[in-house]
């Protein structure tokens, strides 16, 4: 027996429901699937080219943080021997004449104090700015 059923007058056969594909001429089937592959292509290659730059920027960064580690290295070298580098000598100095300067001149805002700035005090009462506190952290991860 036929599996066909009758339904309002119209025979329908089982099998797939729903609409039947519209008839997409084959050409234009490839020529988008083309179009689309060029498409993934390019973004590739910028995907590519962002990561290249990046990593280069960050192998520059690096550098230049090894160059300057290996300054820190030769600061600590010569402080062990009892010789200040004349670099720490300027940077205290420069910083000690800012902070009188900045002390002299400045006028406190309401809400803002020394604790937002990039500094902090020492057991012995002297501002340390953000270079030196940089440099005691290099001095204690590199020896210690």
């Not at 021997?81 to 002299?104: V, Y």
């Amino acid at each position: 027996m036929d599996d066909s059923k009758v339904v309002g007058g119209k025979v329908k056969k089982p099998g797939k429901r729903g609409r039947k594909p519209a008839k997409i001429d084959l050409k234009a089937k490839l020529e988008r699937s083309r179009q689309s592959a060029r498409e993934c292509r390019a973004r590739k290659k910028l995907r590519y080219q962002y990561l290249e730059e990046l990593v280069s920027s960050r192998e520059r960064a690096i550098c230049a943080l090894r160059e300057e580690l290996e300054m820190y290295k030769q600061w600590c070298m010569a402080m062990d021997q009892g010789k200040i580098p004349s670099e720490i000598k300027a940077l205290l100095t420069g910083e000690e004449q800012n902070k009188s300067q900045q002390n002299s001149g400045r006028h406190v805002k309401a809400g803002k104090t020394d604790a937002d700035s990039n500094s902090c005090e020492c057991s012995r009462g002297r501002a340390v700015s953000g270079v030196a506190l940089k440099v005691g952290f290099l001095l204690t991860t590199v020896l210690g």
